[in-house]
């Protein structure tokens, strides 16, 4: 598992492309609060947006893994569980910091997922 990007994946970077390309800027791989470990995949930090970008696999996405391992399946289910929980927690913590928090999953469109994106950052700015 070390092996396993954690940050410019291919999905990630599409998205970020659209996104720079629309004119907005954000910080990459930061954590929205202040003293917290866990990292958001795109930040607009005066905006108050978080954008994760998930991996269908390892967080449980449910239109693509429904498929069970073959190696160790006990080990995965708990390890996606587990990583759900992480996911719905760190929703939880930021909404109420008064953050707003966007998913998006790895098969997408990122096309459609940079225009989420930019409406819900623009709503946050108060622009139009």
Request: charged letters at 30%; hydrophobic letters at 35%; one cysteine or more.
């Given at each position: 598992?070390?092996?396993?990007?954690?940050?410019?994946?291919?999905?990630e970077?599409a998205?970020?492309?659209?996104?720079?390309?629309m004119?907005?800027?954000?910080?990459v791989?930061?954590?929205?609060?202040?003293g917290?470990?866990?990292?958001?995949?795109i930040?607009?930090g005066?905006?108050?947006?978080a954008?994760?970008?998930?991996?269908?696999?390892?967080h449980?996405c449910?239109?693509?893994?429904?498929?069970e391992?073959?190696?160790?399946?006990?080990y995965?289910s708990?390890?996606i569980?587990?990583?759900?929980?992480r996911?719905?927690?760190?929703?939880a913590?930021?909404?109420d910091?008064?953050?707003?928090?966007?998913?998006v999953?790895e098969?997408?469109s990122?096309v459609l997922?940079?225009?989420?994106?930019?409406?819900?950052?623009?709503?946050?700015?108060g622009?139009?």
């Amino acid at each position: 598992m070390q092996l396993q990007r954690t940050r410019d994946t291919a999905p990630e970077m599409a998205l970020r492309r659209i996104l720079h390309s629309m004119g907005l800027r954000y910080r990459v791989d930061r954590s929205p609060l202040r003293g917290w470990r866990r990292r958001a995949d795109i930040v607009f930090g005066p905006a108050k947006v978080a954008v994760f970008v998930d991996g269908c696999f390892w967080h449980g996405c449910p239109e693509h893994s429904r498929r069970e391992t073959k190696s160790n399946p006990g080990y995965w289910s708990g390890k996606i569980a587990r990583n759900r929980e992480r996911d719905a927690d760190t929703d939880a913590r930021l909404a109420d910091a008064g953050w707003t928090v966007l998913r998006v999953w790895e098969h997408e469109s990122p096309v459609l997922a940079a225009d989420l994106v930019a409406k819900t950052v623009k709503e946050m700015r108060g622009q139009s």
